[in-house]
């Protein structure tokens, strides 16, 4: 005799509730169809000037990420002022003075308006570190500067 | 009951359970990854501006490149893409808001028919497909369908006596009861489809297997320091040179006469070379890449090929492309697309014949048990 409905609907239904993993991507369509992150954590940004060069630093407010080689990683927006963009060769970035061009950090890439650059980051941070900013133009004359990276790492820290 | 029956009963059970309890999520990544295969072709068809009418002579890179430039203010063009003679040709632009758009433009009249900024359908059903959205838990969700993919696959061979009668002799009884003609034609779908659903089991496990070692932090090694162009062959200008992306073509092709062009990538920083990818079909499955100086419009070195790539570049290379079906163009594209709804079909039919069967089964083996034990309390 059945006493109560619920585990006979139960029994029919449990093998389809698999359905309920189409779900999931349900919450990341607007963010995906938008050319810019909707929900995207609030941005931290710095104004650097290396040389002729003046500089915006952006960066999300978020912890670094584990880069899989034993590395955290950080990634930084470079915005150059859109006159500068043809002017500029590559812009570096690096925790620590560079001690010399080969080794002047992460270069940006991408979008020229916007580079990107993927900087590694010490995992336990002293608070004293500077994020150096190396800056070479066409005519190959490098152009350094550097700001502190305590309150530009983003996240609890 | 003799030992060989009792054991294909247990294959039977362990084939009817691996793919029911997750049946519908699995459907799910095999329509989407049905789709995903001819989803420039779907947006083909739905979006006119990516026509062409592939008649004519074709414009050189360097003319289809100002035209995408000149339809969008401060726009630089970053790579063109190829998709056959009835396809714009696809003009991927950097915008100065730091977003990308894509130019579609005509490859003999160099007009821009349309601008598709964002996310094409194509990322989207690959997203959708191949990590639900949510990298990286949606990827280990989708590619451990691998598992009940392969263990369904083994176990359908072991209970499906001389399975491969249904190669010379497919008997689908489509006039009987459903139960009768939905378990013909899985069987039926299930022996054709053999090879698609060992190449998907296997290349998807590849897929599992790469993302988990590279959280493990193992590295697979094999990758190349990647190609650049040295400082001192760098010009000194007042500003950037720009890349003649004509001369970078021509001379790609004259190292490889016999390629078909599919993709130029102009230099993403001032250090780096402009590639030009195409296929010259010489190793199925490997595209050529053709890595050029783009201020000298000199090939620096030809890549692609089997000596051109270490053992993981190739093996990645060659799992994505048969997971994918893109390396033989449209007609491959086709039988991927087939067997895709195929399995699909499989899974659907599995689910159906379970329901109908096995609940059955189940429900009155179940009542057995109780009577059972009801006659033996009184």
């Known amino acids: ?157 | 009951m003799s030992a060989g029956k009792s054991r294909t009963r247990l294959w039977f059970l362990w084939h009817s359970w691996l793919a029911m309890p997750i049946w519908a999520f699995l459907f799910f990544i095999c329509v989407t990854g049905t789709i995903a295969v001819v989803s420039t072709e779907i947006t083909w068809l739905v979006d006119p501006s990516m026509r062409a009418s592939g008649g004519g002579q074709p414009l050189p890179p360097g003319a289809l490149i100002a035209a995408a430039e000149a339809a969008a203010p401060g726009g630089r063009v970053e790579s063109l893409s190829w998709g056959g003679s009835h396809m714009a040709v696809g003009a991927e632009m950097a915008l100065p808001d730091g977003t990308f758009t894509t130019a579609w433009v005509n490859p003999v009249t160099g007009v821009v028919q349309g601008l598709s900024p964002g996310t094409s359908f194509r990322q989207f059903i690959r997203a959708l497909h191949g990590w639900l959205m949510t990298y990286p838990t949606g990827w280990y969700l989708v590619t451990a369908l691998a598992i009940p993919l392969a263990g369904s696959l083994v176990t359908g061979l072991v209970v499906y006596k001389r399975f491969w009668k249904s190669f010379y002799q497919p008997r689908i009884r489509w006039r009987q009861a459903p139960r009768v003609m939905w378990g013909d034609l899985h069987r039926v779908a299930g022996t054709w489809s053999i090879w698609f659903i060992a190449v998907i089991s296997i290349t998807s496990l590849w897929f599992l297997i790469y993302i988990a070692l590279f959280h493990l932090g193992i590295g697979l090694g094999g990758g190349k320091a990647p190609v650049m162009v040295a400082r001192d062959q760098i010009p000194v200008s007042a500003a950037r040179p720009k890349t003649d992306a004509d001369a970078v073509v021509a001379a790609a092709m004259a190292a490889l006469p016999d390629m078909r062009l599919r993709y130029l990538r102009l230099p993403g920083t001032a250090y780096d070379t402009a590639s030009v990818i195409g296929s010259s079909g010489q190793v199925p499955l490997l595209p050529d890449i053709v890595r050029v100086n783009p201020y000298t419009s000199e090939v620096i070195v030809v890549e692609g090929g089997l000596e051109g790539a270490s053992g993981v570049e190739l093996t990645r290379t060659i799992m994505r492309a048969l997971h994918t079906g893109d390396f033989g163009g449209l007609p491959v594209k086709l039988i991927w697309f087939a067997f895709g709804s195929l399995m699909s079909l499989l899974v659907f039919s599995g689910m159906l014949i379970w329901t109908k069967r096995t609940a059955r089964a189940t429900a009155e083996a179940v009542r057995g048990l109780r009577t059972a034990r009801a006659s033996s309390n009184a």
């Open chain 1, 1 to 157: 005799m059945r006493k109560f409905s619920m585990p006979g609907f139960w029994h029919r239904g449990k093998f389809h509730l698999s359905a309920l993993m189409m779900l999931v991507p349900l919450p990341f369509l607007p963010n995906y169809f938008s050319p810019k992150p909707i929900f995207a954590p609030p941005e931290i940004r710095r104004d650097v000037s290396a040389g002729p060069f003046p500089i915006t630093l952006v960066t999300y407010d978020e912890s670094p990420h584990w880069a899989g080689n034993g590395e955290w990683m950080k990634e930084y927006h470079v915005h150059l002022r859109p006159a500068d963009i043809d002017k500029v060769r590559g812009v570096f970035l690096r925790v620590g003075k560079p001690r010399n061009l080969r080794a002047a950090g992460a270069l940006g890439f991408g979008n020229p308006y916007e580079r990107e650059a993927e900087v590694a980051v010490p995992a336990e941070p002293a608070g004293t570190e500077e994020l150096w900013v190396t800056v070479e133009d066409w005519s190959g004359r490098i152009h350094q500067t550097s700001t502190p990276l305590a309150g530009f790492l983003g996240g609890k820290r």
